[in-house]
């Protein structure tokens, strides 16, 4: 949501949100193509692969001109390129349990921060003696206008990565002179990557050999019993059968796509407040990236093993009311009813076949005539609330059936036109369209999951 950039003379902060609303995007493709592929400019960031990647998502119009930068620097692995050079770099510059009382906390421009920091923080603790002050990173970065925190962080977020550049060339030029200060993006992946490599296998090996070890999750914490819509989490693309397990018992679950980046993951949880589900190499990656509370190790292999790991461990505790309260296409929690009477009427002006013959349809009780009710491309539904989640309504618009509040359309080919003078209820999910009923497979997943049931 924001675009850093930091000189030795003046820091910029661009608002993406802002300037694609009000500039052309042949000017924002030339500001950017100004510094990103001007050989004269030194670039550095911190994980650009992932910050990359949310700027073409952002403005896919600069996709070329992001695909091809030129004299960019990750530190990230940068840094990693000079300890190879200097071993003992880092070794005795952090505190220690020894050095620093327990659940102290350190205090840096108003902000409050742990004693253990993580990532981009870490880095500037070593190089710079304090850490960065992160306190403002899970704040709102849609919400305008921007708080003062907010820009002080993002302003410090990227001078930073100045000061650290130069702490590490001294270092390692007064080791080795000819060491190459400025490889490409490219080089540096390469040549970095044998080195991430053998620490997260180091890492993994050391601390998260299950069969060997203890997890590496924190101990649980003992509390109140937390609701299924309390616990928000997003899972690995590893975990999509797990992901689609727990929505289904009610928790808030955001599942990562086959096509989408861990980078992504990162950003969301984050920018959501999300607790990540993953294991092996990837916990370590993205432990590395986010606090430690927004990330958990999945230690189980098997699917339904894995949802009474997590339900007990955040100590969620399930009941019969929270199965499918959450759409299973979409994580939403809203849902409007129909009655079986109402939905007939609107399934014969759209045109969908049904079981019961027209005469039967249109002499079913209502609360107003069928003109009040049904007319195709202006008449609402009246509709009940459920459970006081939402009231709304419905509109037929042509052969389609659309939500007023929002416009989606309700995806009525799914329904079985026998199951019309079946069931008692159907509930329309207002975020998707997606429509559903309590049927055997309600009742069988009921069955399956009563066991995670409060007793």
Same mark, same amino acid.
Request: contains cysteine; proline residues 5%; aromatic residues 8%.
């Given at each position: 949501? $924001?675009?850093?950039?930091?000189?030795?003379?003046?820091?910029?902060?661009?608002?993406?949100?802002?300037?694609?609303?009000?500039?052309?995007?042949?000017?924002?493709?030339?500001?950017?193509?100004? #510094? *990103?592929?001007?050989?004269?400019?030194?670039?550095?960031?911190? +994980?650009?692969?992932?910050?990359?990647?949310?700027?073409?998502?952002?403005?896919?119009?600069?996709?070329?001109?992001?695909?091809?930068?030129?004299?960019?620097?990750?530190?990230?692995?940068?840094?990693?390129?000079?300890?190879?050079?200097?071993?003992?770099?880092?070794?005795?510059?952090?505190?220690?349990?020894?050095?620093?009382?327990?659940?102290?906390?350190?205090? !840096?421009?108003?902000?409050?921060?742990?004693? %253990?920091?993580?990532?981009?923080?870490?880095?500037?603790? @070593?190089?710079?003696?304090?850490?960065?002050?992160?306190? &403002?990173?899970?704040?709102?970065?849609?919400?305008?206008?921007?708080?003062?925190?907010?820009?002080?962080?993002?302003?410090?977020?990227?001078?930073?990565?100045?000061?650290?550049?130069?702490?590490?060339?001294? /270092?390692?030029?007064?080791?080795?002179?000819?060491?190459?200060?400025?490889?490409?993006?490219?080089?540096?992946? /390469?040549?970095?990557?044998?080195?991430?490599?053998?620490?997260?296998?180091?890492?993994?090996?050391?601390?998260?050999?299950?069969?060997?070890?203890?997890?590496?999750?924190?101990?649980?914490?003992?509390?109140?019993?937390?609701?299924?819509?309390?616990?928000?989490?997003?899972?690995?693309?590893?975990?999509?059968? *797990?992901? @689609?397990? $727990?929505?289904?018992?009610?928790?808030?679950?955001?599942?990562?796509?086959?096509?989408?980046?861990?980078?992504?993951?990162?950003?969301?949880?984050?920018?959501?407040?999300?607790?990540? $589900?993953?294991?092996?190499?990837? #916990?370590?990656?993205?432990? %590395?990236?986010?606090?430690?509370?927004?990330?958990?190790?999945?230690?189980?292999?098997?699917?339904?093993?894995?949802?009474?790991?997590?339900?007990?461990?955040?100590?969620?505790?399930?009941?019969?009311?929270?199965?499918?309260?959450?759409?299973?296409?979409?994580?939403?929690?809203?849902?409007?009813?129909?009655?079986?009477?109402? #939905?007939?009427?609107?399934?014969?002006?759209?045109?969908?076949?049904?079981?019961?013959?027209?005469?039967?349809?249109?002499?079913?009780?209502?609360?107003?005539?069928?003109? %009040?009710?049904?007319?195709?491309?202006?008449?609402?539904?009246?509709? &009940?609330?459920?459970?006081?989640?939402?009231?709304?309504?419905?509109?037929?618009?042509?052969?389609?059936?659309? !939500?007023?509040?929002?416009?989606?359309?309700?995806?009525?080919?799914?329904?079985?036109?026998?199951?019309? +003078?079946?069931?008692?209820?159907?509930?329309?999910?207002? %975020?998707?369209?997606?429509?559903?009923? &309590?049927?055997?497979?309600?009742?069988?997943?009921?069955?399956?999951?009563?066991?995670?049931?409060?007793?």
């Amino acid at each position: 949501a $924001l675009l850093q950039l930091a000189t030795r003379e003046a820091i910029f902060l661009v608002d993406p949100i802002r300037l694609a609303g009000s500039l052309p995007r042949a000017v924002l493709k030339t500001f950017l193509s100004s #510094f *990103l592929s001007s050989p004269d400019v030194l670039k550095l960031g911190y +994980g650009l692969d992932g910050d990359m990647k949310m700027l073409a998502k952002s403005w896919s119009f600069v996709v070329d001109v992001i695909g091809s930068p030129k004299r960019m620097l990750d530190l990230q692995i940068f840094e990693k390129l000079v300890r190879r050079v200097i071993p003992s770099l880092f070794s005795t510059d952090l505190p220690t349990s020894e050095d620093v009382e327990e659940d102290s906390f350190v205090d !840096l421009n108003g902000g409050t921060l742990s004693v %253990n920091p993580k990532g981009l923080s870490r880095l500037v603790q @070593r190089c710079l003696g304090k850490p960065l002050d992160k306190s &403002q990173q899970l704040s709102d970065w849609e919400r305008r206008p921007l708080r003062q925190e907010q820009i002080t962080y993002a302003a410090l977020d990227a001078y930073c990565l100045l000061e650290i550049y130069e702490f590490l060339c001294k /270092k390692v030029v007064a080791v080795d002179p000819k060491f190459d200060l400025e490889p490409t993006l490219d080089s540096t992946r /390469k040549s970095a990557s044998a080195v991430i490599e053998e620490e997260v296998d180091m890492a993994y090996r050391e601390v998260c050999d299950v069969r060997l070890r203890s997890s590496p999750n924190p101990p649980k914490l003992l509390g109140p019993p937390t609701k299924p819509k309390d616990l928000s989490i997003i899972v690995d693309y590893m975990f999509q059968g *797990l992901g @689609r397990q $727990l929505r289904v018992c009610g928790v808030d679950t955001a599942i990562l796509s086959n096509e989408q980046s861990r980078y992504e993951m990162v950003k969301i949880a984050i920018r959501e407040n999300r607790i990540i $589900l993953t294991s092996g190499k990837s #916990f370590f990656w993205a432990r %590395n990236q986010v606090p430690d509370q927004l990330c958990y190790h999945v230690m189980t292999k098997k699917p339904q093993d894995q949802v009474k790991e997590v339900l007990e461990y955040f100590n969620v505790q399930v009941t019969k009311h929270d199965i499918f309260s959450r759409c299973q296409v979409c994580n939403n929690a809203a849902y409007l009813s129909v009655a079986p009477m109402e #939905f007939a009427k609107v399934l014969q002006v759209v045109g969908i076949p049904q079981k019961s013959s027209e005469a039967d349809v249109a002499s079913l009780p209502s609360e107003g005539t069928a003109e %009040n009710n049904v007319e195709e491309g202006s008449t609402r539904l009246r509709l &009940q609330a459920v459970e006081g989640r939402l009231w709304g309504n419905l509109k037929v618009v042509g052969s389609d059936l659309l !939500l007023t509040h929002n416009q989606v359309k309700v995806d009525i080919e799914s329904v079985p036109p026998s199951k019309v +003078g079946e069931v008692k209820e159907f509930y329309i999910c207002v %975020n998707c369209g997606k429509v559903y009923w &309590q049927g055997g497979h309600f009742l069988r997943t009921v069955k399956r999951y009563e066991q995670f049931f409060t007793k």
